[in-house]
């Protein structure tokens, strides 16, 4: 039995209430700017029967970010699709909530409430359909660019931590196949 599951990362800027425009970090004028600097798609393949039962989290499977904003911003991921649909038989499918994320903050923006609230900050956020929050904005501003905002979105999946599937890959008896989706980030300005 062998399950792959390959994610791919397109990110989608929002403009909320100020006019954004998309422009090459560093200012004069950034606007709103997501750059994805490594992991642009992501691949668990499952192979071992302990991976079957505990999942594998984060062996690698990582995302590195950096937000550039001269707005205070939020940050939030979901899936293009309801559901993961297998590529050799679309009839075998699996819950999106298999997956996780958890951020990593490795830039000089606190993520401890001051600059950003880090909802993925301890234990991860299951992948959704709709839009879930990872981040946003602290007591003081989150705004800055290059390693103010720095973060690594370490993905995992079948672990069943945080309120991802509360149930092993194995006891879902999934059919061996490759699973493959979208996850859109979006980010956005938050409200004053």
Known sequence: MRYILIIILFLMTIPGIHSVKSQDIPPPNPGLVINIV?????????????????GIMNAGQSTYIRIGAIYDWQLQFKADQAIFYGANNPANQMELNNVGVVVVSIGTNQDDGSHILNYARFEPLALESADVTLMTKGNLSNRGYGIENAFLLNWEMGTQRGNMKQQSMLEQNLKADSYTLNIILTLSPTMP
Do not use: A
Request: net charge negative.
């Open 38 to 54: 490594t992991g642009y798609s992501v691949e668990f393949i499952f192979d071992q029967f302990e991976e079957y039962v505990n």
